[in-house]
Each structure stands twice: as structure tokens, then as C-alpha cells.
């Protein structure tokens, strides 16, 4: 049997020098095909956390992390998978979520450009507990767990971005489950558009979010078509405004809010 071929993407110019990239072999194993550490400058613009760190933590938080590429709708991992990687998203969207034993697909949020994930699971050493996948074309940023942990129990600032990422993370969960129960379905996606614009756990986002109407129902738990009726209402009201390939948000309180 011929072995298994690495294929090595090309890195943009705003990357940094020497970035390090892996990519999956064609049994879907990660290898690491670039050596070199991501410049410190590159790490400062993906990763919000890391503009607090000291040079020496700096350091020891670069050498820690990869960059792997996932085309759309690719699977990043799945449920009970063994993912030792914190994970952020340099560019593209990620879907967090779950399907049930009678096969409903269940989403629990939205992961956009700049945003951390997996912090719990990487405290716990445990299995991941929902499916990550590429809603489009997305590049990652991923955290070894050794790495983690080292600035978890020598880092003053980077614990501190914990505890406040775990309890906006917390907040967002309960908030989920409370108007997935009492909201209807307009309400519901507006609620879901407001999520991504969370300060804490998406730090660099503007009002301006890239996301297709098939992404925001898939996200939302709604089809394509109710996503796209939905989103005209809040439109008509004056929350949002869509536009080709994305949506500007006009009144983030009001989608925060809407259905109350």
C-alpha cells in the first residue's frame, strides 16, 4: 500500500514569519509539517489573551501552538475524540455542537475569528463532549495541552483570562438553554446573531459579521428558508441590516433583548 501523502498549504503573507502549519494525512491523522514557531507579533493578532502575557510567557505560548487548515464542512473532531488542543480560530467559522441517538443535530454556538475553545476540556483531560466542524474554508490556531497547562500554573494573566472566558462561557450555555425553551423562533436567532458579538469571548469582532443565511440557520438550529424569513423581520425593525455575505449589526441590545 502506497503511504499516506501530506499535503502543506500555502501561508499568507500576513502569517508571520516562520508559522507552523499541520495538516491531516489521508487516514485524518494530524501531522506536524512546519517546525518553526509563529512569530510573537502574529500570536499578539490572533490571540487577544496573549498582548498580557510577559515575553517569557510570550515565548513559551508560541512554541506550543500549530496551525492546521479545515475545508467547509469538514469534521475538526467529533464527540468522545481525544482532542488535546485549545483551540482558536484564525479565520472561517466553527460549529459547536452535538447529534442525538434519533439523529437531531443539535447546535450549541458559533465560534468566529479570534475567539478560544476548549479550555474545559483541556482542565479536565477528557474526552470532547461535542462535534466541531468548519461551517466554511477555516484556519486554526491549536494549543498543545502541555503548553496550556504550563501558563495555566504559571501564568498570572492567563489566569485570569480563564476565569473570566469560563464564566462568560457559563453565561452564554445558561442563556442558550433559557430561550431555546421560552422563545420563539425569530427570537431565538436573534439571540443567537447577539452571542457572537460577546466582548469576552469574541474580543476583535466589529459590528460587521460575515456569516451567510445558511450559516446562521445551521447555527441556530433553523432551516435555510425560516433563517432568511427571521432575519427580514429584524431587519424590518431595524436591528440588523443584510447584505451580501454578511450582516451589520444597527442595535445589538435589541437582538440581546429581543422576545422579552
Not at 6 to 12: F, H, I, T, V, Y
Not at 14 to 22: F, L, S, T, Y
Not at 80 to 108: C, H, N, P, Q
Request: with cysteine; net charge positive; hydrophobic share 45%.
Amino acid at each position: 500500500m502506497a503511504s499516506a501523502g501530506l499535503s502543506c498549504a500555502k501561508l499568507p503573507k500576513w502569517a508571520g514569519e516562520g508559522a507552523a502549519v499541520i495538516r491531516a494525512d489521508r487516514r485524518g491523522a494530524a501531522r506536524r509539517v512546519a517546525m518553526t514557531m509563529i512569530s510573537a507579533d502574529y500570536l499578539k493578532r490572533i490571540a487577544a489573551w496573549s498582548r498580557a502575557l510577559s515575553e517569557a510567557e510570550l515565548e513559551r505560548a508560541r512554541a506550543g501552538i500549530t496551525e492546521k487548515s479545515y475545508k467547509a464542512n469538514e469534521f475538526i473532531c467529533l464527540r468522545g475524540d481525544r482532542f488535546d488542543y485549545w483551540t482558536g480560530v484564525v479565520s472561517g467559522l466553527v460549529k459547536m455542537g452535538t447529534v442525538s441517538r434519533e439523529g437531531k443535530a443539535i447546535g450549541f454556538t458559533g465560534v468566529t475569528a479570534g475567539a478560544w475553545i476548549g479550555e474545559g476540556t483541556m482542565l479536565k483531560d477528557e474526552l470532547r463532549r461535542y462535534d466541531l466542524v468548519a461551517l466554511r474554508d477555516t484556519r486554526l490556531a491549536m494549543m498543545d495541552r502541555a503548553t496550556f497547562l504550563w501558563l495555566f500554573e504559571n501564568s498570572v494573566a492567563f489566569n485570569r483570562f480563564l476565569v473570566g472566558q469560563l464564566n462568560e462561557r457559563l453565561g452564554q450555555f445558561i442563556g442558550l438553554l433559557e430561550y431555546d425553551r421560552m422563545l420563539d423562533a425569530t427570537a431565538r436567532l436573534a439571540r443567537c446573531i447577539a452571542s457572537l458579538f460577546n466582548p469576552i469571548l469574541y474580543p476583535d469582532v466589529t459590528r460587521h459579521l460575515e456569516i451567510t443565511q445558511e450559516e446562521v440557520g445551521s447555527l441556530s438550529g433553523m432551516s435555510r428558508q425560516n433563517a432568511n424569513q427571521s432575519l427580514k423581520v429584524l431587519e424590518k425593525e431595524g436591528l440588523l441590516r443584510l447584505e451580501y455575505g454578511g450582516i451589520t449589526i444597527l442595535d445589538l441590545d435589541g437582538l440581546r433583548g429581543y422576545g422579552e
